[in-house]
T-cell receptor, first 113, second 115 residues
């Protein structure tokens, strides 16, 4: 079955530190990969997407993610965390031939002053 | 340009009752997907509507049904409510004839509480 695994339900970093949120997917076919962010009492917003054009994808708010086929990973990074980055982050995947997008369980990012 | 709008924002129902949630997609979008997000979990796919038909369904019972109208807006209906149906229900729209590499645009959700 197709699935997405996010390692770490909670991640805490200091302001200015590197942010690394991990995502692995299971797939026997090339996936489309996404990262979404959810702020309290809001819906999800797209941060970035991978659709096979380039393995390093840049998104909004300084985030980027690298697709590594050999590791079936799509980890999200940001060089320097801001307080405003505190939110829940979801990795998601969809596939050619299907219509649904499958979400991971999410990682809550805490940013300490 | 209005994004995805959902109504109502909050709803409290009693076990056994029925509920209807509504969604208007982002302008220009033709596909609507519904998700259930339980507290502390990721969104779970309920179903997707395209051209007024249910195109794919997730692992949800028949108590969950939907509809898409000619203007692309959509409704989610849940019958015989259970306590476990308490969740945030998210509507997401997308474009490009429902291509699965089209990113989802989400509304802020309807918070359903079943007592």
């Amino acid at each position: 079955a197709q699935s997405v695994t996010q390692l770490g339900s909670h991640v805490s970093v200091s302001e200015g530190a590197l942010v690394l949120l991990r995502c692995n997917y299971s797939s026997s076919v090339p996936p489309y990969l996404f990262w979404y962010v959810q702020y309290p009492n809001q819906g999800l917003q797209l941060l970035l997407k991978y659709t096979s054009a380039a393995t390093l994808v840049k998104g909004i708010n300084g985030f980027e993610a690298e697709f590594k086929k050999s590791e079936t990973s799509f980890h999200l990074t940001k060089p320097s965390a801001h307080m405003s980055d505190a939110a829940e982050y979801f990795c998601a995947v969809s596939y050619t031939g299907g219509f649904k997008t499958i979400f991971g369980a999410g990682t809550r990012l805490f940013v300490k002053a | 340009d209005a994004g995805v709008t959902q109504s109502p924002t909050h709803l409290i129902k009693t076990r056994g009752q029925q509920v209807t949630l509504r969604c208007s997609p982002k302008s220009g979008h033709d596909t609507v997907s519904w998700y259930q997000q339980a507290l502390g979990q990721g969104p779970q796919f309920i179903f997707q509507y395209y051209e007024e038909e249910e195109r794919q369904r997730g692992n949800f019972p028949d108590r969950f049904s939907g509809h898409q109208f000619p203007n692309y807006s959509s409704e989610l209906n849940v019958n015989a409510l259970l306590l476990g149906d308490s969740a945030l229900y998210l509507c997401a729209s997308s474009l490009g004839r429902g291509k699965n590499n089209s990113p989802l645009h989400f509304g802020n959700g309807t918070r359903l509480t079943v007592t």
